[in-house]
């Protein structure tokens, strides 16, 4: 039996001359929103600390405001928080991919009829 269930929409967002934006990038905005540090989000995500603060630094300069607010140590130690538009464009980006999929579903469950089985399945 084909697999039915499993197709979806991977989306990635091109701002022509400005970046990308795609699943990996939300993700880690929805983990520094959830954990309120970019150091906990990228350890969430078994991604280096480094590579968690470039990609802040980029996402901030994809747009006019910036997604993520970032504050250094002291007392209270650092921490990270998102901006309006960063939480506005998660929500934005949930939505486009879930009208995507919806729109989409004959089509994507026609293409799983169509695949081999999942590895592990297979006869």
């Not at 929103?33 to 996402?59: F, N, P, T």
Request: charged share 25%; proline share 3%.
């Amino acid at each position: 039996m084909a697999n039915t269930s499993g197709a979806r929409l991977w989306i990635k967002l091109t701002l022509p001359g400005v970046g990308q934006i795609g699943p990996g990038k939300v993700e880690l905005l929805r983990r520094i929103g959830e954990h309120r540090s970019i150091s906990a989000a990228a350890r969430s995500m078994k991604m280096s600390y480094r590579r968690a603060w470039l990609l802040v630094d980029e996402l901030n300069s994809l747009f006019s405001e910036p997604l993520v607010a970032k504050w250094q140590g002291g007392k209270f130690q650092g921490g990270a928080s998102l901006t309006e538009l960063g939480e506005k464009l998660i929500d934005d980006y949930d939505m486009l991919l879930k009208r995507a999929n919806d729109t989409n579903r004959s089509l994507l469950e026609d293409i799983a009829r169509h695949a081999a089985k999942p590895r592990g399945q297979r006869g």
